[in-house]
């Protein structure tokens, strides 16, 4: 092993720093990503020989598993060639987000200063005052609908791709229809795998889709609309099953402020400077996943146009 594979992690709160020398290959992400892709072999061609409803469920948990893989790629993890990390993570199991544009418009996400803004963020799930005028009021209660839990595991996934899709179709460049034609030859190799397994192609559609929904739980109040960009990024103190699943993101706020920081150090990044991060997202809190599903599960969460936008409703709509 050479002295690049044998560089340490130096992960140590000093002086209120969090210090890290980047390894040549991070071993937990690859080994998980390794892991993942067996588990999701093992679903399509094995285990729905026997009993489908369970391979639709595991092949599911493995599509959001690898989904939040593709998140630490293009953060730049498991190693410290980009190109690699892209490699590894290409084939979009979920079978509807190319990881070309997952990673553009992820990063553009990451300008913390546009947060929630419909206009400049594009995960966004507030409209502009002016595009919620403009939406029929027979489509209003979908939108809202969508903004309780239920909903965002429903229909989230078909409104969130029709959303995602149309921007792009909107926005239509080289890289963009390259992102998309990457991705439909990923696609083809995907479903040429599943055609060949012991799973129905509509089963692990289906699988694709709760794998979809599960995500929507990550995403559903991972940003609020707050005056200060550091109040909208949320922490939920969980650590079961789902924070695994979204490799510890409910610590949204930290992986906000460190995004360079692999999923396994989070944790401990947030025990050595909570009431920092705390105070820094204005004790935008929940104690776990269940409190929220208890909470919003039927409940609004937040109205559709954004309740803070002072600028911007003069542009033309994009």
Known sequence: MGTATKTKRDDRLTGGRYRTTKRTVEWPTLVLLVATYAVWCVAVFWMATWSLPLAVLITALAIVQHASLQHEALHGHPSRWQWLNALMVRPSLNLLVPYGRFRDTHLNHHRDANLTDPYDDPETNFLSTARWRCVPRWLRPVYRFNNTLAGRMLIGPLLGQWTFMRRDFRLLDANVACSWAAHAVSTVGVMWLVVASSMPVWAYLSAAYVGM?????????????????????????????????????????????????????????????????LARNGGYWYRSYASIMARYLLAVKDPVPHPHLRVGEERLDR
């Open 213 to 277: 929904s599960v995500l929507k739980i990550r995403t559903f109040l991972e940003h609020r609309a707050h005056e200060s960009h550091g109040g909208r990024s949320v922490i939920i103190e969980d650590s079961g099953p789902l924070a695994f699943l979204f490799l510890n993101n409910n610590l949204h706020i930290v992986h906000h402020m460190h995004p360079q920081v692999a999923w396994y150090d989070l944790p401990r990044l947030y025990q050595g400077r909570k009431a920092r991060f």
